[in-house]
Structures are given as C-alpha cells and as structure tokens.
C-alpha cells in the first residue's frame, strides 16, 4: 500500500494539471464591443478587429499544414473589407500594407485576448481623444479600427509605447495597439491621426517629401495644443543645429520628390548622409510650430488647411535664395 499512495498523489496533480489547462483554453472571452457616439452632428464608430484575429489564430492552431498568408485573408482581411463595404467606408487599397501574418501566433493570441479584456479602458481612452480632437477641429465622420501589433514588429513596441496608428482616408483610421501600450501614448496617437484625417478633407493627397514634413508635423503641433504634458518618443530629443542644416538641406534638394527610398531616409533615419531618425517629425513639428508662432491670428483650422509649402514659407525655415 505504500507504494499505491505515491502513485495516486502523481495521478492528482496531473489531472488537476489538465483540469487547469482545459479551463484556461477554454476560458470564456468577452465579446469584443462597437462604439458609437456623436458630437455636434458628427459620428464617431470605434470598430475592433480582436475576434477576427483570434479567428486568425484559432484556424493557425487547428490546420495541420496551413497556408499561414490565405488563413489571414480568409480570418482578417475579408472581414474587414466587408465592414468597410457595409459601414461604406471610402479608403484606397494603400492598407494592405498594414495588415500581415505571423509566425508567432500563440503571442499573437494572448495578447489579442489581453486587449479584449482590457477593451472598456481602451475604448474609453480612444472615445476622449475623438471627442477633445472634434471639438477643436470639426469634420466628417470618423471610424477607428483597432488591432493589435504583430509580435514580430517590435519598433513600435520598443521605440513608440506599444502604440502605432495610420490614416487610412479622411474618415477611417487604424490604431495597432501592444497589451503594453501607455494610455497617454494613446489618446496622443488618436489626436494625431485624426488632424491627419482633416488635412486630407481640405488638401489633395499629396506624397511629396514636404508634404510628409508639413502633414506629419502639423498632426504633432496639433496633438500636443490638446496634450501639452505628453511629448512622443519622435519629437523629445531635440535636433542639433548640425542636424537641422543636414536635414533642411535634404528637404531643399529633394522638396517634391515622391521617391519612397528619400521618404525612408528621413523617416527611419540615414546614417551614411548623417539624417537622424524620425527626422519627418522632429524637423516638420519645428517647421510647423514656428509657423504657428509667426502667425497667432491664424487657428487650428486655417493653418491645417494649408498647403505644406505656404507653411515652410510662412516658418523661420523657409529657404533663402
């Protein structure tokens, strides 16, 4: 009989182990929830992408060999082209780039399952911004998507508080969201995609490299007048005069250029032509602020409305022949 006890004991703890696992797998999520409200006639949806992902992540789990790219269109893609049709939202087909599967599809589902948890906070959090963002400035409709970053993208997990966001039109906006994300982060990366969504109701989209300055570094001017105690990773360290001659001298030369790989250099930094990263922003967010400055009667909505060349021309940074 001594020897059976042992044996039971071992025999408990591995069904308890099971019984634990079981129950974690089979855990009872929340659904995930729309949001929808209005201010002074202008709606507002805030439309999750979780559920779609898991699906992504569940159908991953259970194929024996599965086609890691097809199951993402089928779980992801098509379900958003489908609310985008129903919600009749009008966008380009520029977000494919923006959606991607991974290789890490049990990170992928646990932290998808921490934000649909955690999805009344966030909800909450993006809701202030819209509401603080529209009171200043206005517009059409808007609808935010939110989802979370892929594991494998870690820079703006590592370099931007866990949160990323994009223009997808003039009124839709993707959020890419980490479990680590910080609140402030959030709000500002709301307001600062949303003055992007009103530059494009008033101005042609452009993609010249003064265009990327001007738009990206007036969405900053913008969301720090609403979130003054919040500096963002790409604009707290200041540039030396050094940089700033290097980088206006790039802009000069290549003012109105389309070409992706100049746009990357100044985005993602160049080493080799010593253009410091995130240089779009940090040198954009100067040039619009001075123009701000220069200009006090001019309000949020004029000089958002503005085309990217009358800003440098109107800042303390406009060329000189």
Not at 16 to 31: F, G, Q, T, Y
Not at 32 to 37: A, D, H, K, N, P
Not at 158 to 171: H, K, T, W
Not at 287 to 301: F, R, W
Request: hydrophobic content about 35%; glycine content about 4%; charged content about 25%.
């Amino acid at each position: 009989m001594k020897k059976v006890f042992p044996l039971l004991k071992i025999v408990t703890i591995l069904f308890l182990l099971v019984s634990c696992s079981n129950k974690s797998d089979n855990e009872e999520l929340p659904s995930q929830e729309r949001v929808e409200f209005s201010n002074n006639e202008q709606n507002f949806r805030i439309i999750p992408l979780y559920e779609e992902v898991l699906n992504y992540t569940k159908e991953m789990k259970g194929a024996k060999s599965p086609d890691n790219k097809q199951v993402y269109i089928d779980s992801v893609i098509k379900p958003f082209q489908d609310i985008v049709s129903e919600e009749e939202i009008h966008m380009s087909n520029g977000y494919f780039s923006y959606f991607s599967p991974t290789n890490q599809i049990e990170k992928l589902e646990e932290n998808t399952i921490k934000l649909l948890k955690n999805q009344e906070l966030i909800n909450s959090l993006i809701k202030e911004s819209l509401l603080k963002s529209s009171q200043e400035l206005g517009g059409t409709d808007k609808t935010i998507f939110i989802m979370p970053i892929s594991p494998e993208d870690v820079f703006p997990i590592q370099n931007m508080e866990g949160v990323s966001g994009v223009a997808l039109d003039e009124n839709a906006v993707l959020i890419n969201i980490d479990p680590s994300f910080s609140e402030e982060e959030l709000k500002y990366v709301v307001a600062h995609e949303y003055h992007h969504t009103i530059r494009r109701e008033n101005n042609e989209l452009r993609k010249t490299l003064i265009d990327s300055f001007i738009t990206e570094g007036g969405a900053d001017v913008f969301a720090r007048s609403i979130y003054p105690d919040k500096t963002p990773p790409w604009i707290q360290e200041p540039l030396t005069e050094e940089s700033k001659a290097i980088i206006l001298e790039g802009l000069k030369e290549n003012l109105n250029t389309v070409d992706s790989a100049t746009y990357t250099d100044f985005r993602m930094g160049n080493r080799v032509k010593e253009i410091p990263i995130w240089s779009t922003y940090r040198m954009g967010y100067l040039i619009v602020e001075s123009y701000v400055d220069n200009h006090p009667d001019a309000s949020l909505k004029e000089w958002t409305q503005l085309e990217a060349e009358a800003i440098l021309k109107g800042s303390d940074y406009a060329f000189t022949e």
